[in-house]
């Protein structure tokens, strides 16, 4: 996992002073894990941290705001000493500056990291089960610790800004780009309407299994996924079926894709970005279901590189042959695409934002700086986006 470097939060904690937000989508980061807040395992609703961006609308109540995510009704509440993200009641999140950071301050408790729940190793879950990397739980403190309790809150705007810093040594996070790029519990909506599923020339519903359900798992260990079956005892036509997103809006450049989906090999499956193709796990036995698939999906990591031109889009498509002869089992998975800016040279990234607003700068890793000071930086301001050096 990359994690980032951050400045010390826990030396410029302010006096609390109550922050402004323009409502708007938002990520949250924490600086001291460098991870975005997130949903979870068990029922896909205990508040995580993660690799995975995953956008927040954020509308003001009050002096605070109410932060809602793509799962059930997608409150952030507080219970039993964690928080999770399917609250029926929106209840107000406070922001209280610290720095150039933020304390956030849930039913009377701080939003902070759990220092003792790294789920990657933890003996009673397993995130390799549920295809995940590094996960944290995010529990109530009393008061603010630190860089445990500080977290960015970044909007569209500056996770695009941030790109200017890329180059292919340090490549920066792009998955926003893409809508429900992840797979997630109690997301199912949030999945059907991003990606679009042609099944037999028609546009059909995925198939969301979760692991919990199919002997290979506690439910403890639910991931969820999408799942897609054509087989001809069932029906199939012989032809092609397509799952795609297209994207627009995206910097012109080279990415690398970082994703894992896994395919039935007795029919080929072409993974496509623009007209790079790419290949996923091909399965070599015969019999491609839900307990093999969530496995190798857990197990396989696949890459791929491709460019996006001067239009800023993005197509990704699966095309899945599917056979139609007796006994045909046309079958394959997908769980995430993680996306991956690395640069343009000679060219900038263009931002929709006010010509005349103030400068904003960012370090090489991406991250937004309050007062730059010795070393390297990304100044961007209104669409100019440019390298300067700081002494």
């Known amino acids: 996992m990359k994690k980032f470097l951050l400045l010390s939060a826990a030396a410029c904690m302010a006096a609390g002073a109550m922050a402004q937000l323009t409502p708007g989508e938002y990520y949250v980061k924490n600086v001291e894990t460098g991870m975005f807040l997130n949903e979870g395992f068990s029922w896909g609703t205990l508040a995580v941290t993660k690799d995975y961006p995953m956008p927040f609308e954020v509308t003001a109540d009050g002096d605070g705001y109410l932060f809602k ?7 952030i509440k507080a219970e039993n000493g964690e928080y999770y993200m399917d609250g029926n009641d929106p209840v107000p999140a406070y922001l209280e500056q610290a720095g150039e950071y933020y304390n956030i301050k849930l039913g009377g408790k701080y939003l902070t990291i759990n220092e003792t729940k790294d789920y990657q190793t933890d003996e009673w879950l397993s995130s390799l089960n549920m295809c995940e990397t590094l996960l944290y739980t995010v529990n109530q403190g009393e008061a ?51 990606w679009t599923y042609i099944k037999n020339g028609e546009k059909a519903e995925i ?22 079956c054509n087989d001809a005892a069932d029906g199939a ?39 790079t193709e790419a290949a996923p796990f091909e399965y070599e036995d ?17 890459e791929a590189s491709f460019t996006v031109g001067e239009d800023g889009k993005l197509s990704l498509r699966m095309e899945k042959t599917i056979s139609a002869e007796t006994d045909a089992q046309n079958r394959f998975a997908f769980k995430v695409f993680s996306l991956y800016y690395l640069g343009n040279p000679g060219v900038g990234v263009e931002v929709a934002l006010d010509e005349n607003a103030p400068a904003v700068y960012y370090n090489m890793q991406g991250v937004r700086v309050a007062n730059p000071s010795n070393g390297a930086f990304i100044k961007v301001q209104g669409k100019n986006a440019s390298k300067v050096i700081v002494k």
């Open 144 to 194: 603010p610790v630190g860089d445990k309790s500080a977290w960015q809150i970044i909007s569209r705007a500056e996770m695009v800004a941030a790109l200017a810093s890329a180059t292919p040594e340090n490549p920066v996070e792009a998955s926003f780009f893409l809508n429900a790029g992840e797979i997630q519990v109690n997301a199912n909506n949030w999945s059907q309407s991003s």
């Open 207 to 228: 198939v969301f299994p979760d692991g919990g359900w199919f002997g290979h798992g506690e439910w403890s260990n639910k991931t969820t996924y999408a799942w897609f």
């Open 69 to 75: 995510s793509h799962i059930g009704n997608g409150y």
């Open 286 to 302: 015969s019999d491609l279901w839900y307990e093999s698939a969530q496995n190798s999906m857990a197990h396989n990591v696949k």
């Open 237 to 275: 036509v012989a032809g092609t079926d397509v799952v795609y997103q297209d994207v627009e809006g995206m910097p012109a450049g080279n990415y690398k894709a970082v994703y894992r989906v896994v395919n039935q090999n007795n029919t080929p499956l072409v993974i496509k970005f623009n007209d």
